[in-house]
């Protein structure tokens, strides 16, 4: 089963190689009737925030989440931090890693990743370490399949960095460094590279760096013997001009790439080459209302598709909404389903939790992350009634504990 990027629990069941097709549908079959039951019921949810006076926000907060009855808990204080915006969790369920401000080796403030150590009793984060990026602005984690290798994106800087993680959940310095060269069709917004996220192909051979400045959806081969990133070949993808690629996400077929663009409110579908580790454009659609299409002032910050395949679901950060889209598990083809309302203010992040039942939005400006119900059928939401307050809240990462 591969559930969404923002779910922990993401068995590697689909190695796209020669061979090994038949068993790989298989598994995406499999997967979809039996997400609920793999997933188990009990979650700790971890949420990223951008820590300021203004909003109050102290670091890394953590609430309890039952899939059954659907009851989520106020969030706790888990671990003080500055600016720990986005987060991942380790294939191990031990540790976790946000992106933020360091303390470097010479002592100094500066901006990489820190890990550490879960308390799955009390969802209470403890810090191993930190270890500083060369780029400025680091804005996204990562972590790969094997949880021996986590990545950083530099929205600031135009770069991204690796890391190597060791047995006990430690980052090394940085290992690898590659700093993003060019420019976009919008001057103001694309004088210059703008690294927004990293992501790894379902068989971790690839990751995907997707660069708002220049376009382009940057390609990596892996090496989590080393934690090192090497340039793939082809070396990236291009989005619409203008667009902005900020995040992406893998189809559980393994065969579709979904990359949501920030500045142009659109969606871009690629066919994806397992072997060679391509994209190819299939399509590309608009992420808003008809009604509001070609409007100014909006921008998309997330894209999640469900574990079954069928549906995805973008956040349109400054129009206030989700989209809901319709997917053809065969084509990758998108069709528009619904746009809610995200119950909240700029929804900079949503997630679905691993069983598909449920979404968490969240919601930057008006800190507060709210719960919708997912329809199995359709895939479309209804908002619970349930909100929580989280100050500044970014990011929402689950964590299996059954």
């Given at each position: 089963?591969q559930?969404?990027q923002c779910v922990?629990?993401h068995a590697?069941?689909?190695?796209?190689h020669?061979?090994t097709m038949?068993r790989s549908?298989?598994?995406?079959a499999?997967a979809?009737l039996?997400?609920?039951?793999?997933a188990?019921e009990?979650?700790?949810?971890y949420?990223?925030?951008?820590?300021n006076?203004k909003?109050?926000?102290k670091g890394?907060?953590v609430?309890?989440f039952?899939?059954?009855?659907g009851?989520?808990t106020q969030?706790?204080l888990?671990?003080?931090?500055?600016?720990?915006?986005f987060?991942?969790?380790?294939p191990?369920?031990?540790f976790?890693y946000?992106c933020?401000?360091v303390?470097s080796?010479?002592?100094?403030?500066a901006?990489g990743?820190?890990?550490?150590g879960i308390?799955?009793?009390?969802?209470k984060?403890?810090l191993?370490?930190q270890?500083?990026?060369?780029?400025a602005?680091p804005c996204?984690?990562?972590?790969?399949k094997t949880g021996?290798l986590?990545?950083?994106?530099?929205?600031?800087g135009?770069?991204?960095?690796?890391?190597?993680?060791?047995e006990?959940?430690?980052?090394?310095p940085?290992?690898s460094?590659?700093?993003h060269?060019?420019?976009?069709?919008?001057?103001k917004?694309?004088?210059?590279?703008?690294a927004?996220s990293?992501?790894?192909?379902?068989?971790n051979?690839?990751a995907f760096?997707?660069?708002?400045?220049?376009?382009k959806?940057l390609?990596?081969k892996t090496d989590p013997?080393?934690?090192?990133?090497?340039?793939n070949d082809?070396?990236?993808a291009?989005?619409p001009?203008?667009?902005?690629?900020?995040?992406l996400?893998?189809?559980p077929?393994?065969?579709?790439?979904?990359?949501n663009?920030e500045?142009?409110m659109?969606e871009?579908v690629?066919?994806?080459d397992?072997?060679?580790?391509?994209?190819?454009?299939?399509?590309?659609?608009?992420?808003?209302?008809e009604?509001d299409?070609?409007k100014k002032?909006?921008?998309?910050?997330?894209?999640?598709?469900?574990?079954?395949g069928?549906?995805?679901?973008?956040?349109?950060r400054?129009h206030?909404?989700?989209?809901?889209?319709?997917c053809d598990?065969?084509?990758?083809k998108?069709?528009?389903?619904?746009?809610?309302?995200?119950?909240g203010e700029?929804p900079r992040n949503?997630c679905?939790?691993p069983?598909g039942k449920?979404?968490i939005?969240?919601?930057?400006?008006?800190?507060?992350a709210?719960?919708?119900k997912?329809d199995q059928?359709?895939?479309?939401?209804t908002?619970?009634?349930?909100?929580?307050n989280?100050p500044?809240s970014i990011?929402?990462?689950f964590?299996?504990?059954d």
């Amino acid at each position: 089963m591969q559930p969404p990027q923002c779910v922990l629990d993401h068995a590697a069941t689909r190695r796209q190689h020669p061979g090994t097709m038949i068993r790989s549908s298989l598994a995406f079959a499999f997967a979809a009737l039996t997400t609920t039951a793999i997933a188990g019921e009990n979650f700790l949810v971890y949420f990223g925030t951008n820590t300021n006076a203004k909003n109050g926000s102290k670091g890394v907060y953590v609430a309890r989440f039952n899939s059954a009855s659907g009851e989520l808990t106020q969030p706790k204080l888990a671990a003080e931090a500055g600016n720990p915006g986005f987060l991942a969790v380790h294939p191990s369920k031990k540790f976790l890693y946000a992106c933020g401000d360091v303390t470097s080796a010479d002592g100094k403030k500066a901006g990489g990743i820190s890990a550490f150590g879960i308390d799955k009793a009390t969802g209470k984060l403890a810090l191993i370490n930190q270890a500083a990026t060369a780029g400025a602005g680091p804005c996204h984690v990562s972590v790969d399949k094997t949880g021996k290798l986590a990545t950083i994106a530099n929205y600031g800087g135009g770069s991204i960095g690796s890391f190597a993680i060791k047995e006990d959940g430690s980052v090394s310095p940085e290992v690898s460094f590659f700093q993003h060269e060019g420019s976009g069709a919008d001057p103001k917004r694309q004088a210059g590279p703008h690294a927004h996220s990293v992501n790894f192909s379902p068989d971790n051979r690839f990751a995907f760096a997707c660069d708002l400045g220049l376009d382009k959806v940057l390609i990596y081969k892996t090496d989590p013997a080393t934690g090192r990133l090497t340039p793939n070949d082809p070396p990236f993808a291009k989005t619409p001009p203008g667009g902005g690629p900020r995040h992406l996400a893998f189809h559980p077929s393994g065969k579709f790439v979904f990359v949501n663009n920030e500045m142009g409110m659109s969606e871009t579908v690629f066919a994806y080459d397992a072997e060679k580790g391509a994209l190819t454009e299939i399509e590309t659609v608009s992420t808003l209302p008809e009604a509001d299409r070609g409007k100014k002032g909006f921008s998309t910050a997330e894209t999640v598709v469900h574990p079954n395949g069928r549906v995805v679901y973008v956040s349109n950060r400054t129009h206030d909404t989700i989209a809901v889209f319709a997917c053809d598990p065969a084509t990758g083809k998108l069709t528009p389903l619904q746009h809610v309302s995200a119950e909240g203010e700029v929804p900079r992040n949503i997630c679905l939790d691993p069983t598909g039942k449920w979404l968490i939005a969240a919601h930057q400006n008006s800190g507060t992350a709210a719960l919708f119900k997912v329809d199995q059928d359709s895939g479309k939401l209804t908002f619970t009634g349930s909100k929580v307050n989280v100050p500044g809240s970014i990011c929402v990462r689950f964590l299996a504990l059954d």
